[in-house]
Each structure stands twice: as structure tokens, then as C-alpha cells.
């Protein structure tokens, strides 16, 4: 069974001068496991996609079906607990909190979880060695280069061990090494079992994915697996 499915996915931004729609008819299933990469032009709803599929975003028409169950049913508040508990999110500016620690920034993507402290301590420092950051918890952000802010990203969003990660464009503002890294981090993270789904420039980056789909001008343009 599916882990995504999307049926004739339509998306109209509201509240815009000329109502251009950024999605036309989208339809694709992803199964656990799968590592997904999502390529195409600027513009093209890669990221408008990305952001149904995390539940940030609703699509004016169509339905969507997250571990079987029909999102477009689940009343907000509890799709912000399934958002937090089942997905993690990685954005090309890290969006760490500036004020907090990197032990700190990475325990909020347990949030929604009971786990007592000590039960939360462990998870944090599991999440922290995983990245390779176990020696910055108490940095703040701003004293971490662009890789480790990502690699403190990362972790926050793999904390809470979610079945999928969703990572837009998250090698965009990295050097090439970085980007090589934080890349091995999410393949890694994929040959473990989470289901991985990337927005992409980078054509080396989707080589890599099990499947990569070409989106454009709101449609799947192409999608092919890779032969394995
Ligand atoms: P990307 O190509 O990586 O999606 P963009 O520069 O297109 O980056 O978008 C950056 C942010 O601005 C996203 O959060 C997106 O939702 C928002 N955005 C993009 N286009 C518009 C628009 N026409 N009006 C309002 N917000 C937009
Ligand atoms: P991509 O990620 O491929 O660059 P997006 O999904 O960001 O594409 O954008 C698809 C279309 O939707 C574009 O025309 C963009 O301007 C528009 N768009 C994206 N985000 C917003 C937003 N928040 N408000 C209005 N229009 C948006």
C-alpha cells in the first residue's frame, strides 16, 4: 500500500492578482521506502507539491491519501500533530530558531511527543550523532557553518523518527562539499527505511533517487524509475 497518494491534485493560490494555477492535475503514488526526487523548472509547483504532500499547503481539488487515510478530511489541529509526529521537514534555509541551542533546536521536533526527559535526552543525542554534531549541542546557530546548520536541520526533523522526510531544495545554499555531505545524510537516512522525497537542481542529486519526477508548468512531465 501506498505511503503518498495523490489523485488529480489541483492548486490555485487564493488571494493573488491573476489566479495562475501552480498545480494541474497531479497524480502519483509513493510507496515506504521509495526516494523520490522532484526536478524541473523554476516555477514549475515543485515546492507547491512538496508542501501538499507535508499537509503545509491544502489542494483546492483533488484527493490525498497519507497512510491510507484522506487528509483533506483531518481537521487542522490534528493534522498538525500527524505533520509533526509522521513528517520531517528539511528547507534550503535551515529555519533553525537563532535564540535556541543545537540541542534545543533539534528537541523541538519532539514537540508532540510525551517520551519523558530522560526518554527525550536520548532521542536528541541519537539524532545529534547521527548528523555528526554530537560535539556542538550547546553552539547557536550563528556559530555553525551553512553544512552544520543543515546537519542540525536535519536532525530536528529526524528526531521524533518520522516514516518520511520531505527536504526542499535542502543542498541550495551548501558549497559543493556540503551539499555532498548533507546529501549522504538523507541517503542514509533512506537506506535505513525513512521514505525520502527531494525538491532538486541538482541532476547529480537525482541520479541518486530511486525515482525522479519532472514536473512542468504544474503537470508531471516525466517520471522514471531508476533500473537497479
Ligand atoms: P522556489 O523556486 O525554491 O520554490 P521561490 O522563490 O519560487 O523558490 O519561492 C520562495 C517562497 O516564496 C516560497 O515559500 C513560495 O511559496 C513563495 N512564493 C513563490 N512565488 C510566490 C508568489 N507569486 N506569491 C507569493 N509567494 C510566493
Ligand atoms: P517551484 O517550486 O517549481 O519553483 P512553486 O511551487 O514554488 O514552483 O510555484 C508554482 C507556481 O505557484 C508559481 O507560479 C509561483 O509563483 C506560484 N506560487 C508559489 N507559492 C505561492 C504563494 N504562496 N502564493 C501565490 N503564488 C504562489
Redesign the pocket.
Known sequence: MPLISLSDIH?T?S??AQA????RGVSIDIDPGEFVAII????????????IIGTLEKPSQGRYLFDNRDVTTIPERDLARLRATRIGFVFQNFNLIDHLTVYQNIELGLRYRRDHLRGRRELVMEAMDRVGMGHRADHLPRQLSGGQQQRCAIARAIVGQPAIVLA?EPTGNLDSRNAAQTLGILKELNDKGTTLII?THALSQADQASRTIE?HD?RIHLSSRRLS
Open positions: 492548486h493560490y488571494g493573488t495562475v494555477p501552480a498545480l524541473g523548472p523554476s516555477g514549475s509547483g515543485k515546492s507547491t507539491l512538496l508542501n526542499d525538491v514536473m504544474g
